[in-house]
């Protein structure tokens, strides 16, 4: 059961990751629902494991910090030459652009150099504080709550303040990743079971999704609020649905890309940057059609890309152990 569960969620992974994609071009008015956000930090919250201190601190080097540092410097270098084959020198290239990384953000304001990677460090914070969540109050119950608490002070207050390494953003979705630690495992566990209750929590997200939409028609009622309980409705029924679907071949690009996320969001913003440059020049605008198409070639780019650094970089990625801090200690004693 514990390979079925990777496997799909892997699945639900990847459609938030390829809808990242989509979204980074020019697309259609329903591809705005944020719902890639939430979906993004719920899945990766199922994967996330309370592990010693060390060992924690250690894991996450290698798995967030390692492949943030090479893809940041990765797109910088790819500004760069961009910015030379535009103009034939580097007289206006900002060479300061690469420390905006420990500039503060609010809101939306993203990254300079490589813009997607804001995922990478919310998920960072996320992590950290779901830890400290997990280790202050222990019951799930009461880290639930205190995470609508702190989620609902990042929508009101902190969103519109500057913070550091996008802990604004990373708040607005804490509850996601939250819910998909403390309960996500144990929803996928109920859905597996194989008798009636196994569709009980498809009923209830049917329930919250179409009851948030019902809502939200009425201008009186928190639109903030119903946004939330409408996205988490729709995550439980993608479950769902990508529980159903994983098995066939159509699906399997969904389960590539949800394995090798933090690729996607490493490289896909130069391949769509390309593909934007040679449609302006081929065709003076962007449509959605154009839009479409760049989601394609971005995604068939990828795939050799993403099977290339597995091959050769895998530590440099987040797949293996570049940097071993025991290790370090012993050459110092």
Same mark, same amino acid.
């Given at each position: 059961?514990?390979? %079925?569960?990777?496997?799909?969620?892997? @699945?639900?992974?990847?459609?938030?990751?390829?809808?990242?994609?989509?979204?980074?071009? /020019?697309?259609?008015?329903? /591809?705005?629902?944020?719902?890639?956000?939430?979906?993004?930090?719920?899945?990766?919250?199922?994967?996330?494991?309370?592990?010693?201190?060390?060992?924690?601190?250690?894991?996450?080097?290698?798995?967030?910090?390692?492949?943030?540092?090479?893809?940041?410097?990765? $797109? +910088?270098?790819?500004?760069?030459?961009?910015?030379?084959?535009?103009?034939?020198?580097?007289?206006?290239?900002?060479?300061?652009?690469?420390?905006?990384?420990?500039?503060?953000?609010?809101?939306?304001?993203?990254?300079?150099?490589?813009?997607?990677?804001?995922?990478?460090?919310?998920?960072?914070?996320?992590?950290?504080?779901? @830890?400290?969540?997990?280790?202050?109050?222990? %019951?799930?119950?009461?880290?639930?709550?205190?995470?609508?608490?702190?989620?609902?002070?990042?929508?009101? $207050?902190?969103?519109?303040?500057?913070?550091?390494?996008?802990?604004?953003?990373?708040?607005?979705?804490?509850?996601?990743? /939250?819910?998909?630690?403390?309960?996500?495992?144990?929803?996928?566990?109920?859905?597996?079971?194989?008798?009636?209750?196994?569709?009980?929590?498809? +009923?209830?997200?049917?329930?919250?999704?179409?009851?948030?939409?019902?809502?939200?028609?009425?201008?009186?009622?928190?639109?903030?609020?119903?946004?939330?309980?409408?996205?988490?409705?729709?995550?439980?029924?993608?479950?769902?649905?990508?529980?159903?679907?994983?098995?066939?071949?159509?699906?399997?690009?969904?389960?590539?890309?949800?394995?090798?996320?933090?690729?996607?969001?490493?490289?896909?913003?130069? @391949?769509?940057?390309?593909?934007?440059?040679?449609?302006?020049?081929?065709?003076?605008?962007?449509?959605?059609?154009?839009?479409?198409?760049?989601?394609?070639?971005?995604?068939?780019?990828?795939?050799?890309?993403?099977?290339?650094?597995?091959?050769?970089?895998?530590?440099?990625?987040?797949?293996?152990?570049?940097?071993?801090?025991?290790?370090?200690?012993?050459?110092?004693?």
């Amino acid at each position: 059961m514990a390979t %079925k569960r990777i496997d799909y969620i892997d @699945y639900l992974k990847g459609l938030s990751i390829t809808w990242v994609v989509w979204y980074h071009t /020019v697309h259609p008015w329903f /591809v705005d629902f944020s719902f890639r956000i939430p979906l993004f930090f719920f899945a990766s919250g199922i994967f996330f494991k309370i592990v010693p201190i060390k060992t924690y601190i250690q894991k996450k080097t290698n798995q967030l910090l390692v492949p943030f540092v090479f893809f940041y410097l990765l $797109y +910088y270098i790819f500004l760069i030459i961009q910015n030379y084959l535009a103009h034939h020198n580097l007289n206006d290239f900002d060479f300061g652009c690469i420390w905006e990384v420990f500039e503060l953000h609010k809101q939306n304001y993203s990254f300079t150099v490589n813009p997607p990677l804001w995922f990478i460090c919310a998920l960072f914070c996320q992590q950290v504080m779901t @830890y400290l969540l997990v280790k202050i109050f222990r %019951k799930r119950w009461l880290i639930t709550i205190v995470a609508i608490i702190l989620t609902y002070l990042g929508v009101e $207050y902190v969103w519109d303040m500057y913070t550091p390494l996008m802990f604004g953003r990373a708040l607005k979705y804490l509850i996601y990743y /939250v819910l998909g630690h403390e309960y996500g495992k144990q929803t996928i566990g109920i859905i597996e079971n194989g008798n009636k209750s196994s569709y009980y929590p498809l +009923y209830i997200g049917i329930v919250l999704f179409g009851g948030a939409w019902g809502l939200e028609k009425i201008p009186s009622l928190n639109d903030t609020l119903l946004t939330y309980i409408e996205t988490l409705g729709l995550i439980i029924i993608l479950i769902y649905v990508f529980k159903w679907i994983h098995r066939f071949r159509f699906a399997y690009p969904f389960w590539f890309f949800g394995r090798n996320s933090y690729i996607v969001l490493g490289v896909s913003e130069i @391949y769509q940057t390309i593909f934007m440059i040679i449609a302006l020049h081929a065709f003076g605008h962007i449509s959605i059609f154009i839009g479409i198409v760049q989601t394609l070639c971005t995604l068939l780019l990828l795939w050799p890309t993403i099977n290339i650094l597995n091959k050769r970089i895998p530590k440099l990625i987040g797949k293996g152990t570049l940097i071993n801090y025991s290790d370090f200690r012993q050459r110092l004693s």
